[in-house]
């Protein structure tokens, strides 16, 4: 079975630019959560996306914005890039429909703001 | 609100030699632990995780961990460490959100460097 993915691997964008990374859950897993690791503030929860819609929510601002479609495929957006966006963006999936479940983690997205 | 403390930020030993890496949470409900292991520029792999039961769970790559509710511990032990297992570990505590545990909430990580 095919684990998560996530396109790009790599990527360098200006500050002001807006960027758009991809997820692809193993499949069956109907859950997507992404998260930001950074140096400073280690793994930090984004948000949570189940049957297309969000279902929970971390404490980023809005230029944060995620989507997932109708084959559990999740995209995250961060408009108005800042240095500080600097990361390793990470996407797990799960099954979404139970308590006891693991996450899975895709292998990353690396975003270089400049 | 929950939190996951890792004491160690980086700790060395020898191959061969046994590790210990420690893991305290602060979490209201029954917690979900887990520990992942991320190799540089790579993403979390799964080593175990507990939900409930047996407090002594085995992992992947000789793994195991003791849950220990009295001590808000989760330890993770290994008793003979490879040159392979240098690594950078998280330990993390499942939130119950809206629906499910889907929220991690992870430690600070402990960097492991292993000498020859």
């Known amino acids: 079975k095919a684990g998560v993915t996530q396109t790009p691997r790599y990527l360098i964008k200006t500050r002001g630019q807006q960027v758009t990374l991809s997820c692809s859950p193993i499949s069956g897993h109907r859950s997507v959560s992404w998260y930001q690791q950074t140096p400073g503030q280690g793994l930090q929860f984004l948000f949570e996306y189940f049957s297309e819609t969000q279902r929970n929510k971390g404490n980023f601002p809005g230029r944060f914005s995620g989507r997932q479609f109708s084959n559990s495929r999740s995209e995250m957006n961060v408009s108005t890039l800042e240095l500080g966006d600097s990361a390793l963006y990470l996407c797990?999936?799960?099954?979404?429909?139970?308590?006891?479940?693991?996450?899975?983690f895709g292998p990353g997205t690396r975003l270089l703001v400049l | 609100a929950q939190s996951v403390t890792q004491p160690d930020i980086h700790i060395t030993v020898s191959e061969g030699a046994s590790l210990e890496l420690r893991c305290n949470y602060s979490y209201g409900a029954t917690p979900y632990l887990f520990w992942y292991v991320q190799s540089p520029g790579q993403g979390l792999q799964l080593l175990l995780k507990?939900?409930?039961?047996?407090?002594l769970v085995q992992g992947i790559k000789g793994f195991e961990a003791e849950f220990k509710r009295s001590q808000s511990s989760f330890n993770l032990r290994k008793p003979s460490v490879h040159w392979s297992d240098a690594a950078e570990y998280f330990c993390?505590?499942?939130?119950?959100?809206?629906?499910?545990?889907?929220?991690?909430?992870f430690g600070t990580g402990t960097r492991l460097q292993v000498t020859l």
């Open positions: 507990y939900f409930s039961g047996d407090t």
């Open positions: 993390a505590v499942g939130v119950i959100g809206t629906g499910t545990a889907s929220k991690l909430t």
């Open positions: 797990a999936s799960s099954f979404g429909s139970a308590n006891q479940e693991t996450q899975y």
